[in-house]
T-cell receptor, first 116, second 119 residues
Framework: AQSVAQPEDQVNVAEGNPLTVKCTYSVSGNPYLFWYVQYPNRGLQFLLKYITGDNLVKGSYGFEAEFNKSQTSFHLKKPSALVSDSALYFCAVRDMRAGNNRKLIWGLGTSLAVNP | GAVVSQHPSWVICKSGTSVKIECRSLDFQATTMFWYRQFPKQSLMLMATSNEGSKATYEQGVEKDKFLINHASLTLSTLTVTSAHPEDSSFYIC???????????????FGPGTRLTVL
């Protein structure tokens, strides 16, 4: 079965500290992985994606994610957290099954709180 | 680039009425748009995939006669919640894929969402 897991409902980190938001996936074949961020009462904003190539992907707002095939993980990271990074983060993987319109399979989201 | 708009941003209606939500890709063409529903503090639930010029593909458990989707052009999809009831109150979000990137694994671009409250 194809799925995405975000094992942490909430992550708390102090401003200036590094942050990690975890994501693991299960999909047949090579995965196409995405991270999105959602601010309160807003739609989702694209952060970054992994398709192929370097395992370390750099995205918007200083975020990066590391693709680890052996661990089937795609953790989101940032070296130094800002209070403004506080939001809901979603990991997603593209449904690779034929005829599925390239829809995304979503994790349940992780709420990130950065404390001043 | 890659901006998706939704209208209205919020709507309050009486039970039994119908509500139409528009989703537009402003600077790109989208043969495929997606409609999601999100409950408070929960993940996105894909309701249906809207394909320009053809019928929408609904996810299991989503009533197609209640949630009417029309994808009239390459830049516009509409979701109509018919005979709305309080349990339909939710945050509805659309997304679109850029047709020009359709051959590759492009990301979805999201609208800002529509907050529907049914009294």
């Amino acid at each position: 079965a194809q799925s995405v897991a975000q094992p942490e409902d909430q992550v708390n980190v102090a401003e200036g500290n590094p942050l990690t938001v975890k994501c693991t996936y299960s999909v047949s074949g090579n995965p196409y992985l995405f991270w999105y961020v959602q601010y309160p009462n807003r739609g989702l904003q694209f952060l970054l994606k992994y398709i192929t190539g370097d395992n370390l992907v750099k995205g918007s707002y200083g975020f990066e994610a590391e693709f680890n095939k052996s661990q089937t993980s795609f953790h989101l990271k940032k070296p130094s957290a800002l209070v403004s990074d506080s939001a809901l983060y979603f990991c997603a993987v593209r449904d690779m099954r034929a005829g599925n319109n390239r829809k995304l399979i979503w994790g349940l989201g992780t709420s990130l709180a950065v404390n001043p | 680039g890659a901006v998706v708009s939704q209208h209205p941003s919020w709507v309050i209606c009486k039970s039994g009425t119908s509500v139409k939500i528009e989703c537009r890709s402003l600077d790109f063409q989208a043969t495929t748009m997606f409609w999601y529903r999100q409950f408070p503090k929960q993940s996105l639930m894909l309701m249906a995939t809207s394909n320009e010029g053809s019928k929408a593909t609904y996810e299991q458990g989503v009533e197609k006669d209640k949630f009417l989707i029309n994808h009239a052009s390459l830049t516009l999809s509409t979701l109509t919640v018919t005979s709305a009831h309080p349990e339909d109150s939710s945050f509805y979000i659309c997304s679109a894929r850029d047709q020009a990137l359709a051959g590759g694994p492009s990301e979805q671009f999201f609208g800002p969402g529509t907050r529907l409250t049914v009294l």
